[in-house]
């Protein structure tokens, strides 16, 4: 069987890891196959664009804000905080399961909101005493 010019291209793509599907005899990297069904699922319309830039602008704010606390906050102690987040996340699931969804949801807000304090509270701590010296 011949291929036309884009699945020659695409299958050309080699970034492992590598799918290979035995009756067509085609190789191709899973990376391709999840863009195609991203960029499809886009233009199908499955896609808030509203809630996704909403989204990218608070990853790339906590992004900088992330970079700058680990001057002032330990890594240790922000994995542990994160471990105990996904804790209270399972306990969360759990209460949801047993139809507390209002239980479950003020656990996890208020774990979330506690971690961020947990973070942000030395570094704000920080920065005051480094404009005071």
Known sequence: M???FIPQRLQGIKIPPMIYFAKLGLIISL???LAVGFFTSALA?????????IILAGSL????L???ATKYVTGMKIRVLFAMLVFVVAVSVSLKQM???TISSY??????????????LP???NLLHRTTS
């Open 123 to 125: 570094l704000g701590k």
């Open 107 to 120: 656990l996890v807000m208020s774990a979330a909101c506690a971690l961020c304090l947990a973070i942000l």
């Open 61 to 64: 704010l906590g992004v900088q």
């Open 99 to 101: 139809n507390m969804p």
């Open 31 to 33: 990376w391709v196959v």
């Open 2 to 4: 011949r291929l036309s």
């Open 45 to 53: 319309g499955y896609v808030e664009w509203i809630t996704a830039l």
């Open 66 to 68: 992330g970079v700058y």
